[in-house]
């Protein structure tokens, strides 16, 4: 349905006086105006847009448009404040709630809300889905709810958070106010789990397209993990400006900014268990421009506004087509070319099915939680052998079921989605060993394509077009 209050001041003329005035741009990039229409028109709507197509403007233009205020809810704390402070700069009032603020600060952001006088409001799933949260939201006129880095919601995506299952709730507990999906990655099983998560039938998805062809693809094969560390410092010293190297585990990231340090390469680590303020500082001192390579997991690179990255290394095979795309697609924003090299060790998959096998509950570990709430009229806090991560998914998916026989069912679900990573990996692996274009590869994983099937510029490519400049044996 639309918005009632849009309807006098829908036309092109007021949104492009807006983009001009508040905004200083002069024309819409390719999809930003189909979605800024599709919210003004109050319709739920999911955008697909790669990296540096300029998602942010898809929902700062209408919130300013519309009359009440816009929710966004944020993966990274570190990412809600240059959200923040970008919207401050362009002199719109904005606030954060967040786990990393005092408690006098979180104190009047939440009065600022509840006083109507701030046009955006950012913070976390987490703290979205806390009831005293939304009491304090129910109390204002709520024009949008935007949910960034959407793939997260999805149970099947890379980068799952049991905080997003709560979200569809939360938001028809406002009264089902419109909502603005954002991710620059979602193959069709995201699409319509996002769909299902958000209880969303009539989600009107946006796909800009994939396809990026400054960003140039190649895999290096290595045969052990003592090769990989001499490829990296050759392509660091091939390899002119700046980027990210990506690892799986927080001791790669560790041991190879200790590397490059040693052979004098400015770089840094960066990863969850790095105090907040130096992963601010190493942050801060990327952007200006005074590392080389800031070596991360995969904790790094979500909403980073930096266009000249020219290079993003995967050092450890990633576990997803979908999440390499997501990170090597942090590269070249600006439009320059950009080299993405992945350094393709097999083994390397040991580390994923490691993680997999910690990250579902299995049927004893759910059955373990149901007994818990049977004994208690309370919610367990904790739970004999499980993470609280495991314990919040648990309790999420419990709180749908109807009676105890559905937990088998439960259980089920949660191995299909076990059997679906393997898949996803396999893919991934497939991925590295095969001779197509790179692009081709992985814009089938999003059921998109280019023409002719091949890009012309990927490692695959260029060799495949050496061999037919070959002359013919004599």
């Known amino acids: 349905m639309a918005n009632a209050w849009w309807s006098l001041a829908n036309s ?3 949104v492009r ?4 005035k508040v905004f200083g741009l002069d024309e819409f990039r390719p999809g930003q105006e189909e979605v800024v229409q599709s919210t003004l028109d109050g319709r739920n709507t999911l955008a697909i847009m790669p990296t540096g197509a300029g998602k942010s403007l898809c929902y700062q233009l209408p919130a300013v448009l519309l009359p009440g205020t816009t929710v966004i809810i944020s993966p990274l704390i570190a990412l809600m404040k240059d959200q923040c402070d970008k919207l401050v700069e362009l002199g719109l009032a904005a606030s954060q709630v967040n786990s990393a603020q005092t408690a006098q600060e979180t104190r009047d952001a939440v009065d600022g809300i509840a006083a109507a006088r701030h046009e955006f409001a950012i913070t976390t799933p ?3 889905t806390q009831p005293e949260f939304l009491e304090t939201l129910r109390g204002v006129e709520i024009d949008l709810v935007v949910v960034d880095e959407a793939h997260c919601i999805s149970q099947w995506g890379h980068d799952f958070r049991p905080s997003y299952l709560e979200l569809g709730r939360a938001i028809k507990s406002l009264g089902a106010p419109p909502v603005l999906a954002l991710t620059a990655t979602a193959p069709p099983q995201v699409i319509d789990d996002i769909r299902t998560q958000l209880d969303l039938p009539d989600l009107n998805v946006i796909n800009t397209g994939t396809y990026r062809p400054n960003l140039k693809y190649e895999v290096i094969s290595v045969e052990s993990a003592d090769d990989k560390q001499p490829q990296l410092l050759r392509l660091l010293n091939d390899i002119d400006g700046i980027g990210i190297v990506y690892t799986a585990t927080v001791k790669h990231a560790e041991e190879i900014a200790e590397l490059l340090q040693a052979h004098g390469i400015a770089a840094e680590r960066y990863h969850g268990k790095v105090r907040a303020k130096e992963r601010h500082d190493i942050q801060e001192r990327f952007m200006r421009g005074e590392l080389t390579a800031i070596v991360a997991t995969n904790a790094f690179g979500m909403g980073i506004d930096k266009p000249d990255i020219r290079f993003v290394i995967h050092y450890d095979l990633p576990g997803s087509i979908d999440a390499y795309y997501q990170e090597s697609g942090r ?4 439009g320059e070319d950009a080299r993405c090299v992945l350094l393709f060790l097999k083994a390397d998959q040991r580390t994923h099915l490691f993680f997999m096998g910690k990250k579902y509950p299995r049927f004893d570990d759910i059955a373990a939680v149901h007994r818990a709430m049977e004994a208690s009229d309370d919610v367990p806090g904790e739970v004999a052998g499980l993470s609280k991560k495991k314990l919040a998914v648990v309790l999420s998916m419990l709180s749908e079921l109807g009676d105890a026989h559905e937990l ?6 949660y191995e299909a989605r076990q059997k679906n990573d393997r898949e996803k990996l396999d893919s991934m ?3 590295a060993q095969s001779a197509l274009c790179r692009w081709h590869l992985i814009l089938r994983q999003f059921d ?9 510029d990927c490692d695959n490519c260029r060799r495949n077009q050496s061999r037919q400049r070959l002359p013919a044996a004599s």
Do not use: H, P, Q, V
């Open 429 to 431: 692996i497939a991925y």
């Open 331 to 334: 590269a070249g924003r600006d």
């Open 17 to 20: 006086a807006t983009l001009k």
């Open 408 to 413: 088998t069912e439960l259980a089920a679900r």
């Open 448 to 456: 998109e394509s280019i023409s002719g099937d091949a890009c012309g």
């Open 12 to 14: 092109s003329a007021e």
């Open 126 to 128: 987490e703290r979205f």
